[in-house]
């Protein structure tokens, strides 16, 4: 991974000169533009969001310049909310599961091989069922068991366990984080959820599907917020199934896309390709 | 199209026996199996279906033999519930829509190139917009104005008007039916709803599937109950989408989808693909 | 259509300070910048693309002030060749056919709900097939008949019968065209072929399809170049097929592909999404 | 998996009365048919592929009767080529490998949730970089290196080693088999193409896809016959790309169809939903 990688996004009411103002201040700096993607929400009048990738020699050398004339030159003439990504600051990111492999052996592979651009910290699990499959990959195995009634101490727990994350991965983690944790760790947690949201919010989405007759089965990525289900989609998928599908052959099909779904989502916020929009997302894909 | 082909279709409890009373009762009157599908709810104990197309020579001449011997000595035995019909007996249909011509076009093209193997007798609209469209295929136009307080009144004519019509299709018809009326036509109507139903019930759901951010959209093709967007479905479609759509594109891009969704809805219709479990659909594709 | 709507498509070798000096040259006349698409086929030292679309009061009175100082004060510094686009210049497009109407259809069907930006001059053919239908929409059909020896000839009406357009597009015409005549329309000619290119070049693509017992079958349109079937490739499609399928389904399957991909591709030409890159496409979509 | 499931392949001359002989002939041994598929080349006079998998309590003990009467009742009569395949009878699958882990690894994976209906006996490779994946499995890893000049000597080994499998599946392994090691094992090794074949046969077909700009990629699942890539094709996939990816991008992504392809085909293979129709396939899935 080259070094010298760096991503502006950027934030703000639209309004005309940010392309010309980003740009020009790159150019200043000898920086090299790789992607520029931008996203306005209305003709006019509306949100704006950009994210530029762009190359420039000796970064770690220039971060805190970048950082200091980028603030006083360009975001608050335009009152930009903003941040800079530098590809030699890898990011962290932690991941929770229960008993279901599939999603969490995906994330691991894909990393094993280089395929997401991460540090993988630490697996917290309700089980040790997944230890051996974990600590395989060199990767530290935490067993946090829940009970009935400690959910605010086992997310104390994770909250503690996790410290220093830049990112946590739901894999199919099956227990419910307090509102305290989700608020602390907003816009840092995603989910898999075994459906094509919002249909079939709320337990057994499989057995949902199927009792409804559906065509097709899907798994969204979503942003975790205190409202269960409800968080902003990053990514969606389908699959074509029959009414010769049992429940369980619709799960084992889901499970190939909810692999599928999750990494694409966690690879696109390692690359710094997602911006909340309210309920939203606009994802640079 | 060949006149000596004919569709059995069989539902019943699930039990030893059904497939070779079936194909031996064809065998002895002399027909060949094209092809034979089945389905059973369950591994044991559950519902039985069944759809064999066949051959047989002179089927015009054999067909009240062909039902009455099966009913006698094959469907009595098995208690089952079944229909026979036959490649010339062209079934009737007829097409409801309002002002937005992409499903009612893409239906006559098919129609008129010999891919939906059925006579449309007429299309009724509530409005005029589209009478010179379908006109210039050689179908009758009627138009029947919907007002404020004349449901039951539209309904009764809309009956009459279609009478004789083994299906009718919804092509973006906006108004709804009366109970009586859907009563009356059970299980021969289907409409294309612009959502990847369960998702997006009720008004404007492209409106819906933007203010919520998928990352995918959809139609759903659903025969009509007395429940709104509830009935049973026969086949969904999706596209992905991005942030960048707004909602006029994706009603742009729906159209396509709703177009294919309710074409291939109308063809399994009119090719006896579709048994009704309950509020499913078996589909023989 | 808002008629102060530009597109600036840029080619160049990658260089430093390209988005800023266009950027800045736009923010200089007031443009509001809408889009920036760019790609560069290498890290260092490739080729540059770029396409913006920006909006602009009193485009038609500034076009060529934008024009004359772009080409100054930009485009000679960095080497560029390029061209601008104005939404006021509505393009012009030709359609060539034979007997098949399914691709003709789908974009006079389009373009008749205005989803195609542009003004279909004509319809060239080589039957007469096909006349109602193309009249129907207002538009002229001139019958042009091939035989055996005066593809010359031909080629030299359907020339002169063309004059003024921008774009033809080979809506399944059967005929090939003189290397002189591919020669004066440059990169003015789309075709749609009937398979997933390069698999199944030449005649007959789906019977190849069926005699290989591919499990998909796919269309593609592409640039029309003296070689046959060997043009650029603009867009292209599949669906998936089983061994159940003859040819004649396989034909009639691979329409419905057709139509979209030919869609697809002629949008995009339309809205300046497609630039060249030797024997390979850019496509900003 | 229940130990009392049959299925029955049949591929003979089209004619009346099959179905009803070979459901007859179940009925008469007490079986009960969960699924019957068959496929006939022509309408008349073709070839006639049929797949009934059946239930029977006691299957094991009465598998020879059901052979020896099926022989001599059914098949001798219709000139079937035929096979029986008992539940109980579990497959022996072995696998070669080169370097590349990926389509490897997802076998091994599904394998390991008992998805893949089989014994994986062992892994060969002409590599040591795997064997620590593979001996994690609990399956025994064999290293045959390979030379110069020593390719009928390798054959010959993996022959050896591999004797007794009923499958022997390709999963990236880089080297070419013998003429003579290929007819030995026909109809029994099934590859994994890195290609839409018959689009870019032969070597690095990422980097011909590459320079083609095609506008999807795609994998290809064959039987292994003695003319390189041009087997049976079992199953196809494609992804859609664009000009932004590079030759690494493209092979990244085709890992991703290649791990699905194959899954597929090798799930089908054993689960006995492959029958040999010259050089296509007839895939009852």
């Not at 996790?162 to 099956?174: I, K, S, T």
């Amino acid at each position: 991974m080259n070094q010298n990688i760096a991503r502006l996004l950027v934030t703000c009411a639209d309004q005309a000169g940010i392309v010309q103002a980003v740009s020009g201040f790159l150019y200043h700096h000898g920086a090299n533009i790789i992607s520029l993607d931008q996203h306005t929400t209305e003709a006019y009048g509306g949100k704006y969001f950009m994210r530029v990738e762009f190359h420039v020699e000796y970064l770690a050398d220039k971060k805190q310049t970048l950082l200091d004339t980028f603030a006083k030159n360009v975001a608050d003439k335009y009152q930009m909310s903003w941040r800079l990504s530098c590809s030699f600051d890898v990011k962290k990111m932690g991941i929770l599961v229960s008993k279901e492999d599939h999603a969490l052996l995906e994330l691991l592979w894909r990393y094993s091989r280089g395929a997401l651009p991460c540090q993988i910290t630490k697996v917290v699990s309700n089980h040790e069922d997944l230890r051996a499959d974990v600590e395989s990959f060199g990767i530290p195995f935490v067993h946090i068991p829940v009970g009935k009634d400690n959910k605010d101490e086992v997310c104390d727990k994770i909250d503690e366990v996790m410290q220093g994350n830049d990112l946590l991965v739901l894999a199919r983690y099956m227990q419910i984080l307090t509102p305290s944790f989700v608020d602390k760790w907003e816009s840092k947690v995603i989910n898999i959820h075994h459906s094509f949201l919002p249909a079939f919010v709320g337990a057994n989405p499989y057995k949902q599907a199927f009792d409804k007759g559906v065509k097709l089965i899907g798994a969204t990525a979503h942003y975790v917020t205190s409202e269960l289900d409800e968080g902003p989609i990053i990514e969606q998928d389908v699959e074509r199934v029959s009414h010769a599908f049992d429940v369980a052959e619709l799960r084992e099909l889901g499970r190939d896309i909810e692999r599928e779904v999750l990494s694409r989502a966690v690879r696109w916020y390692l690359e710094d390709r997602i911006i909340l929009d309210g309920n939203k997302t606009v994802v640079f894909d």
